[in-house]
């Protein structure tokens, strides 16, 4: 597994953004499909965006979608989710995850949780006003 590490969470009134970023060290994230992972209090965790090595392909979650963006950037060897318009549905630890280059976006981001052990600490988003 890729040693990952999350920040760039926080406080934030509705409406409002915030950069979360996923950074590795000693592997390249652009060998790794690699997503983004939510758990709310008292909810499951779901796969919230998921971006692939291959040729960059994206899913979102449809409650993101049009809000969240997720992307790369080689040079610093990071993930970051992009998240604007922020809902009080959004408060979550939000945690990142790497891959093989094995499935699809979708399917990493919908079909891989049940096999997930190990996580990292996640940073944590709260939208409140």
């Known amino acids: 597994q890729v040693p990952l590490v999350e920040s760039g969470g926080g406080l934030v009134q509705p409406g409002g953004s915030l950069t979360l970023s996923c950074a590795a060290s000693?592997?390249?994230?652009?060998?790794?499909?690699v997503g983004w992972f939510r758990q709310a209090p008292g909810k499951d965790r779901e796969g919230v965006s998921c971006l692939t090595s291959s040729d960059n392909s994206t899913y979102y979650a449809d409650s993101v979608k049009g809000r969240f963006t997720i992307s790369r950037n080689s040079a610093e060897n990071i993930v970051y989710l992009r998240m604007t318009g922020l809902r009080f549905d959004d408060t979550a630890t939000y945690y990142c995850?790497?891959?093989?280059?094995?499935?699809?976006?979708?399917?990493?981001?919908?079909?891989?949780?049940?096999?997930?052990?190990?996580w990292g600490q996640g940073t944590q988003v709260t939208v409140s006003s």
């Open positions: 000693g592997s390249s994230l652009d060998y790794y499909n």
């Open positions: 995850a790497a891959d093989p280059p094995v499935f699809p976006a979708r399917t990493m981001c919908t079909r891989t949780l049940g096999r997930r052990n190990h």
